[in-house]
């Protein structure tokens, strides 16, 4: 009986776990040019998780994108 209820414990709050994330962004902006950072992280009920980390810049030179993005099923 008592690696059953060991069983049931250890389950339980996985079962209850609802979506969870995480968002952070940053910017900045001067005489030389101009950024933007984004992350990105998502668990949801399932247990699948995202995450993603994108940086926009813009300067004299032209404008670009760097992303970085993984994903476990």
Do not use: C, W
Not at 31 to 51: F, I, Q
């Amino acid at each position: 009986m008592g690696i059953a209820t060991l069983g049931l414990t250890v389950v339980a709050p996985s079962l209850a776990m609802a979506d969870t994330g995480f968002q952070n962004d940053s910017g900045s902006a001067g005489p030389e040019g101009a950024s933007l950072s984004l992350v990105r992280s998502h668990v949801d009920d399932d247990g699948n998780v995202s995450y993603e980390h994108v940086t926009y810049t813009a300067g004299p030179e032209g404008a670009g994108v760097e992303r970085t993005k993984s994903k476990s099923e």
